[in-house]
């Protein structure tokens, strides 16, 4: 079975501060995708990034960060200098094989704030 | 505009009553899902069609019909048999490109009265 785990159902952070998203996921698959999504107060979700589980460089993308963990089996997001425009619900997800691939899990998300 | 359209944006429904919500794409693309989204429960899968006239079941497909006729459309029914029908519900299409990299559109908010 595929399980993502979010443990931070809610975070508030002052703007210009980091913060750090985490994820914890399972799966008996050697082979998957991970996933951060993105639904501001509008409601869709926005695709930010994929990862193959053979990939575990870390990712930058502007602001944006991602520190993938086979070890641990985490996937944590980070936001450098957030901004008020970041605030937004985020999850993370995970599909493979065993799920199918089409099948994608997602965790219960993260709801950020960001304060100005 | 390319993209996804769903339709309603919101709807209220009687209890014992069908609906149907709209979802429809001009991209092309051959996989379509529908996801539910409950507070502090994520999004759960529906059902999907990766093919015209094919569609397969997700893990709360109970109390939800769909169908897919065009490659362009692909509706969900909400039944009378759904005893929780009351949530949010995204369609969304895959990359053909990217496996799992979805596509949303806006959403339906569906409140039984």
């Known amino acids: 079975a595929q399980k993502v785990t979010q443990a931070q159902t809610e975070i508030s952070v002052v703007e210009k501060e980091d913060v750090t998203l985490d994820c914890v996921y399972e799966?008996?698959?050697?082979?998957?995708?991970l996933f951060w999504y993105k639904q501001p107060p509008s409601g869709e979700l926005v695709f930010l990034i994929r990862r193959n589980s053979f990939d575990e460089q870390n990712e930058i993308s502007g602001r944006y960060s991602w520190n993938f963990q086979k070890s641990t089996s985490s996937f944590n997001f980070t936001i450098t200098a957030s901004q008020v425009v970041d605030s937004a619900v985020y999850f993370c997800a995970l599909s493979g094989p065993s799920g199918g691939y089409q099948k994608v899990t997602f965790g219960i998300g993260t709801k950020l704030q960001v304060i100005p | 505009d390319g993209g996804i359209t769903q339709s309603p944006k919101y709807l209220f429904r009687k209890e014992g009553q069908n609906v149907t919500l709209s979802c429809e794409q001009n991209l092309n693309h051959d996989a379509m899902y529908w996801y539910r989204q409950d507070p502090g429960q994520g999004l759960r899968l529906i059902y999907y069609s990766q093919i015209v006239n094919d569609f397969q079941k997700g893990d709360i497909a109970e109390g939800y019909s769909v169908s897919r006729e065009k490659k362009e459309s692909f509706p969900l029914t909400v039944t009378s048999a759904q005893k929780n029908p009351t949530a949010f519900y995204l369609c969304a299409i895959e990359n053909g490109q990217t496996t799992g990299e979805l596509f949303f559109g806006e959403g339906s908010r569906l409140t039984v009265l």
């Open positions: 799966t008996r698959d050697t082979t998957y995708y």
